[in-house]
């Protein structure tokens, strides 16, 4: 879809829709009037920048995402696309293929007996494990838990820590570590 006209009737349309908003309804939200309102949804127009003003302010978005490129639905990242980290006694793998400020998420795969040292984060990290499968045990900071299916362990994320699986079946967990915010 290479015609901006176009592009702009279906981003409209689509933004319309869903609102829940009739051509009606929006034209006036926006101060014009219907008719012209469906010939900028059609593609028919070629309207004023004051009216694409006018209809980004209806729609609460700026004037540049109504004239995008439509993004894709969805993306699908392939196993073994993502960041993996491996060792022969544990694996740890990205769960989010764009990054979040502030914020890591990690599935973590202990072989039995295994263990995998943790990286202390910057001071005021927060760090969380959930266990899924087998039983992880947390060291931090002199400390000790073993967690089971479905338990949750807060820590902070700034000490040296790491994680061992002293079963003989893997274990399975996800750590999510809250860094601190930057001063």
Known sequence: MDDPAL?????VKLL???????????ARLA???????????TGAANPTLSVLHRVARALQVSVEELLAAPRAAATLYPSGSLPVRSRAEATLRKLLPDP???MELD?????????????PHTPGTREYLVCETGAIELHAGGESWTLNPGDVVAFRGDQ?????????VRA??????VLAPSV
């Open 7 to 11: 592009r702009l009737g279906r981003n």
């Open 16 to 26: 319309r829709d869903a609102r829940g908003l009739t051509q009606s309804q929006i």
């Open 107 to 119: 599935r973590i795969e202990i072989a039995p007996r295994g263990r995998l040292p943790g990286v």
């Open 160 to 168: 040296r820590h790491s994680y061992e699986n002293a079963a003989s």
């Open 31 to 41: 101060g014009l009037p219907r008719a012209t309102w469906a010939n900028v949804e």
């Open 100 to 102: 979040i400020p502030g």
């Open 172 to 177: 399975v967990g996800y750590s999510v570590v």
